[in-house]
């Protein structure tokens, strides 16, 4: 099983970025045209996409056949899916195609196709305990992909000149990173069924402080801050309707308030280093019977028009533009972008925390808009609708 010996995962030793390459023996070619046929086979397949009501309403139905039921749905709906992201991942260009980061994009997919494909039939709680535990694997295995495909097209656009080059990139990121979280939720709320947890329904916080995200994602920021720069950090000032409470999926805030706040605490201490008192950064939260906003604000000089244009390209990042490149540099290797959706990664210096941002945003029926003031700092706008516009139009 990938759990046990995952390909291609990287580590951090003395703040190294390090790769652990898989003990699982490589598919043979008999194997792999085999494997592709049937890869082919679930790709001509129609996924289901159930709504967030659908899914909320049965998560409360926790008998023997209903558990069974959802491994069977699971099952297929996660070799369909996986189907498709192979499929798109080998419709890219031949040259991405060349890069060995890709390439481990592609093997870690089929080894989890593989896997699942693999499962026994689940007839009793037992095999559904041992489903259970083979796609919490698959998806530990399957953590860092959207890292892997940037890192390996980051390395590789240099070498293409294609000028749609950046458009198909685009819809293949696009497709890959909402495919992947549609995928997580699903893979999610299945798991849910089994584990009673506290002020949730299935994979939705009904209780959802924006102040506390704002602060646990603003301390992970402080402290990657501290160990690069060394220097005293600006105060994270939270107002507005501060004890707003919404219901919501707290991974996908999580992710895109980690990654507005880490931008937010680099550009404000880039910009004034060596002064002890910083300027603050400031997020105000708004809370409606519609929707529920949130604004950061930092004082960090601003972007330039071109970089704000630029802003929603996978790998475009304004690190080469930073002028200290040694902070820039050691931003990026102290993240450890093995830990993304367990609390950690900030996918620093490969141009896609923002961009994947905006699509998880855009995703949920909101908005995610920047306005800057060269010289001055910057403001991001976060708009989302509250969970019952979304029961219905959002499909997962």
């Not at 093997?107 to 699942?116: G, N, Q, R, S």
């Not at 950046?166 to 584990?195: F, G, P, Q």
């Amino acid at each position: 099983m990938l759990q046990q010996a995952r390909r291609g995962l990287g580590i951090l030793q003395n703040n190294r970025l390090l790769t652990i390459e898989t003990k699982k023996k490589p598919i043979t070619v008999s194997q792999s045209s085999s494997l592709q046929r049937k890869i082919n086979e679930f790709a001509m397949k129609q996924k289901n996409e159930p709504t967030l009501h659908s899914i909320m309403m049965e998560s409360n139905n926790k008998s023997k056949n209903r558990l069974i039921k959802s491994c069977h749905y699971m099952r297929q709906e996660f070799l369909v899916r996986v189907a498709h992201v192979i499929t798109h991942l080998q419709n890219l260009p031949y040259i991405i195609l060349t890069n060995e980061d890709i390439k481990r994009v592609l093997d870690l997919y089929m080894y989890a196709f593989t896997d699942m494909l693999n499962q026994p039939d689940i007839r009793s709680l037992k095999d559904v305990d041992n489903f259970n535990e083979t796609l919490s694997g698959l998806l530990d295995d399957l953590t860092d992909i959207i890292w892997l495909l940037s890192k390996g097209i980051h390395d590789s656009q240099k070498n293409v000149t294609d000028p749609e080059f950046a458009s198909t990139i685009k819809r293949t990121m696009d497709y890959i990173v909402i495919s992947r979280l549609c995928n997580r939720i699903l893979a999610r709320h299945h798991l849910s069924m089994h584990i009673q947890r506290e002020g949730y329904i299935s994979v939705v916080n009904t209780d959802l402080s924006l102040k506390r995200v704002i602060q646990r994602n603003a301390a992970f920021s402080a402290n990657v801050c501290q160990n690069v720069y060394m220097e005293t950090l600006p105060e994270v000032i939270i107002d507005g309707h501060a004890d707003a409470r919404v219901a919501f999926i707290p991974n996908i805030i999580d992710y895109v308030i980690r990654e507005v706040l880490k931008n937010a605490f680099r550009a404000t201490v880039e910009n004034n280093l060596h002064q002890v008192d910083k300027p603050p950064i400031i997020c105000t939260i708004s809370n409606s019977a519609d929707y529920w906003k949130i604004r950061v604000s930092d004082r960090g000089s601003g972007m330039s028009d071109d970089t704000l244009r630029s802003m929603e390209k996978y790998c475009y990042t304004s690190f080469k533009n930073s002028r200290d490149e040694e902070f820039s540099q050691a931003f990026g290797e102290i993240v450890n972008p093995t830990v993304a959706d367990r609390g950690g990664s900030s996918l620093a210096g490969f141009g896609v925390g923002i961009p994947v941002s905006m699509a998880y945003i855009r995703f949920v029926k909101g908005k995610m808009e920047y306005q800057s003031l060269p010289g001055i700092g910057t403001d991001v706008y976060i708009k989302v609708p509250q969970i019952a516009a979304l029961m219905d139009q959002l499909h997962i």
